[in-house]
């Protein structure tokens, strides 16, 4: 029987290949280019990359699977104690070229941590689907979250609201006054055996919030690709371009972990914009659709009728 790590490896193989399938049907014209690598201290990753599509403009579709000694930096960002460490995950941000088509970000992983005899003493699964829109679209709001529900109540009722909450909280640039960096959707992480659910219901979790991505993501792109825009849509989608390299770059724990245990750069930062725009002070219109869509990211809104 293959062990937990080595089943779940295989299982983000399988899902970056369809999920990469997937992305090039909607686009039609790019496809994506493995650049497979090696990390020193140990373990490697397929970084899978596509750019200058007539959808995508960028995004990556990432693979990692490494191990090695843990630093102490690297132990005090995850607020953990272990001698060493494996990890394993898939990420993936997607940035189209259309300012009406929402940028969108999923990661799943699995970490588990070792004594100095090599011995297991922490594992956990983590992960979860988001979505930033740069205009909005309440529909596409509620059908994208409805997908995450789904996925969650298929296994515990409770978990789509506690997720999406997290999720609300976590991708938020707290130094902008809690600005939110999109509309959200379920992020979870040091997801333990308990009394009530054990690591393989982790997994089984994981990874069917996985197989549901394209589901919740390509109806949205193939309702808005074609969506006429100016030069002044384009230009609000790089001023929030710009929150969204704030965030990666100053709270994201992935990003962190990342540098702090000798990832690799190319990758690690895969998930940045190829344009963003850093206006001084800028602030929409009162009554645009741009301040539209400011009032929800400042103030998280229950897209679904969710008791």
Same mark, same amino acid.
């Given at each position: 029987?293959?062990?937990?790590?080595?089943?779940?490896?295989?299982?983000?193989?399988?899902?970056?290949?369809?999920?990469?399938?997937?992305? /090039? @049907?909607? =686009?039609?014209?790019?496809?994506?280019?493995?650049?497979?690598? #090696? *990390?020193? !201290?140990? $373990? &490697?990753?397929?970084?899978?990359?596509?750019?200058?599509?007539?959808?995508?403009?960028?995004?990556?579709?990432?693979?990692?699977?490494?191990?090695?000694?843990?630093?102490?930096?690297?132990?005090?960002?995850?607020?953990?104690?272990?001698?060493?460490?494996?990890?394993?995950?898939?990420?993936?941000?997607?940035?189209?070229?259309?300012?009406?088509?929402?940028?969108?970000?999923?990661?799943?992983?699995?970490?588990?941590?070792?004594?100095?005899?090599?011995?297991?003493?922490?594992?956990?699964?983590?992960?979860?689907?988001?979505?930033?829109?740069?205009?909005?679209?309440?529909?596409?709001?509620?059908?994208?979250?409805?997908?995450?529900?789904?996925?969650?109540?298929?296994?515990?009722?409770?978990?789509?609201?506690?997720?999406? /909450? @997290?999720? =609300?909280?976590?991708?938020?640039?707290?130094?902008?006054?809690? #600005? *939110?960096? !999109?509309? $959200? &959707?379920?992020?979870?992480?040091?997801?333990?055996?308990?009394?009530?659910?054990?690591?393989?219901?982790?997994?089984?979790?994981?990874?069917?919030?996985?197989?549901?991505?394209?589901?919740?993501?390509?109806?949205?792109?193939?309702?808005?690709?074609?969506?006429?825009?100016?030069?002044?849509?384009?230009?609000?989608?790089?001023?929030?371009?710009?929150?969204?390299?704030?965030?990666?770059?100053?709270?994201?724990?992935?990003?962190?972990?990342?540098?702090?245990?000798?990832?690799?750069?190319?990758?690690?930062?895969?998930?940045?914009?190829?344009?963003?725009?850093?206006?001084?002070?800028?602030?929409?219109?009162?009554?645009?659709?741009?301040?539209?869509?400011?009032?929800?990211?400042?103030?998280?809104?229950?897209?679904?009728?969710?008791?």
């Amino acid at each position: 029987m293959n062990s937990l790590k080595d089943q779940f490896t295989q299982h983000l193989r399988i899902l970056q290949s369809e999920i990469c399938q997937g992305l /090039e @049907q909607e =686009d039609g014209k790019a496809e994506f280019i493995s650049d497979v690598w #090696e *990390r020193q !201290g140990g $373990g &490697g990753g397929d970084s899978r990359v596509i750019s200058r599509g007539d959808v995508f403009e960028k995004g990556g579709v990432n693979i990692s699977v490494v191990h090695g000694d843990l630093s102490p930096q690297a132990a005090q960002q995850l607020n953990v104690h272990g001698k060493s460490f494996f990890a394993c995950g898939l990420s993936l941000v997607i940035h189209p070229f259309n300012p009406f088509v929402p940028t969108v970000h999923a990661n799943w992983r699995y970490f588990e941590l070792y004594d100095e005899n090599g011995l297991p003493v922490d594992q956990w699964f983590g992960g979860g689907t988001d979505l930033t829109p740069y205009y909005l679209f309440e529909e596409d709001a509620t059908y994208f979250h409805s997908v995450q529900k789904k996925c969650c109540d298929g296994f515990d009722t409770a978990l789509y609201r506690k997720f999406k /909450e @997290q999720c =609300d909280n976590y991708f938020s640039n707290h130094h902008r006054g809690e #600005e *939110r960096r !999109g509309i $959200g &959707g379920i992020f979870f992480d040091h997801c333990r055996e308990d009394a009530q659910h054990d690591l393989n219901f982790w997994k089984r979790f994981t990874e069917a919030n996985g197989k549901v991505f394209l589901d919740g993501y390509l109806p949205i792109v193939t309702r808005r690709k074609t969506t006429s825009f100016a030069d002044k849509h384009k230009y609000w989608q790089e001023i929030r371009r710009g929150r969204y390299v704030e965030f990666n770059l100053i709270h994201d724990r992935g990003t962190l972990f990342g540098i702090r245990t000798n990832g690799r750069t190319e990758s690690i930062l895969m998930s940045l914009p190829p344009t963003v725009r850093f206006d001084y002070n800028d602030i929409p219109a009162t009554g645009s659709e741009e301040e539209k869509l400011m009032n929800v990211l400042m103030h998280p809104k229950q897209w679904l009728n969710d008791k």
